[in-house]
């Protein structure tokens, strides 16, 4: 599986972004989809994933209300529409696959997944 992430870019505190995660290699999608957020020297940092099935989601609670993770199954696309951006949530933005499992719970650890994304840079202004 191969994963395309796309969206990022330079934003004002407040403003919105929508990234893309897409997958291709193969025609169905992973079970579960995440997205996780690294800032330069420090460790990739899990923000939301989605189930395939049924597009339960969970997401890290710094982001709860702010941001939502989607999915669209017949086009192998994840997306995570960011609203109310601040300055702490610059980072470049990753989206991860796996296929082991979709148990609730499952994928919050950047160890669960096998597949990465190249990362899409975030930067929010003040």
């Known amino acids: 599986v191969q994963l395309q992430a796309s969206g990022g870019g330079l934003v004002q505190a407040g403003g919105s972004l929508r990234l893309s995660c897409a997958a291709s290699?193969?025609?169905?999608?992973?079970?579960?989809v995440g997205w996780f957020r690294q800032v330069p020297g420090t460790e990739r940092e899990f923000v939301a994933r989605?189930?395939?099935?049924?597009?339960?989601?969970s997401y890290a609670n710094f982001v709860k209300g702010r941001f939502t993770i989607s999915r669209d199954n017949a086009k192998n696309t994840v997306y995570l529409q960011m609203n109310s951006l601040n300055p702490e949530d610059t980072a470049a933005y990753y989206c991860?696959?796996?296929?082991?499992?979709?148990?609730?719970?499952?994928?919050?650890?950047?160890?669960?997944?096998?597949?990465w994304g190249q990362g899409t840079l975030v930067t929010v202004s003040s």
């Open positions: 991860a696959a796996s296929d082991r499992s979709d148990a609730i719970g499952y994928g919050q650890l950047a160890d669960s997944y096998d597949y």
């Open positions: 290699g193969r025609t169905s999608s992973p079970l579960v």
């Open positions: 989605i189930r395939r099935r049924d597009g339960m989601a």
